[in-house]
């Protein structure tokens, strides 16, 4: 069994959970509304103050998926309460980021800045000029937008010149030795 899917959801207060016909799941919170459709197969249903989520039989298909529902409506729920942020560093000379309405232009050392627009339902915030904060209710969305700012100009081994996430570890290299 899987020890994931068989978790109930705890529904926190001031938080509504919504199951429509074919697994349309409606998350309302303080935060924000999130809406998804998940897979026809599994049964969610809402047992008092909690959300339920089990399986039909006991096929790899149906196992996997079993975990991955259960999972994907835990984060909307703590979505819609708390959201998700990530952060990332810029390092490097002359290396930075601007923010003018929802419009991020970073510098990053090419021959023209790089202007970014903010998703619908993401925002980001600048810490100085090189800490970045992706902030929103969608993990999915927060995750994929912090990879795309991220992708612009990549950590680089050497130096480590480059987009980094706050928590990652750049493995370093060492360079070519010099003529003695």
Do not use: C, F
Request: charged share 30%.
């Amino acid at each position: 069994m899987s020890r994931i899917g068989r978790m109930p959801i705890a529904i926190p207060a001031g938080v509504t959970v919504t199951i429509a016909e074919n697994n349309e799941v409606t998350v309302k919170g303080p935060k924000g509304t999130l809406t998804r459709v998940l897979p026809a197969e599994m049964t969610i249903e809402e047992k008092d103050g909690h959300v339920v989520v089990s399986r039909p039989n006991d096929l790899k298909k149906m196992k996997s998926l079993h975990g991955l529902t259960r999972t994907l409506i835990n984060n909307m729920v703590i979505g819609v309460t708390n959201g998700y942020e990530k952060v990332l560093e810029i390092n490097g000379v002359g290396y930075r980021a601007a923010k003018q309405g929802n419009k991020l232009t970073l510098t990053l050392g090419y021959s023209h800045p790089v202007d970014m627009i903010d998703p619908e339902g993401i925002e980001t915030v600048l810490d100085g000029q090189n800490k970045i904060t992706v902030k929103g209710i969608d993990k999915e969305k927060v995750g994929q937008y912090a990879a795309e700012i991220r992708d612009k100009r990549r950590p680089e081994p050497y130096k480590g010149k480059g987009i980094k996430y706050a928590d990652e570890v750049i493995r370093r290299k060492v360079g070519k030795a010099g003529k003695k």
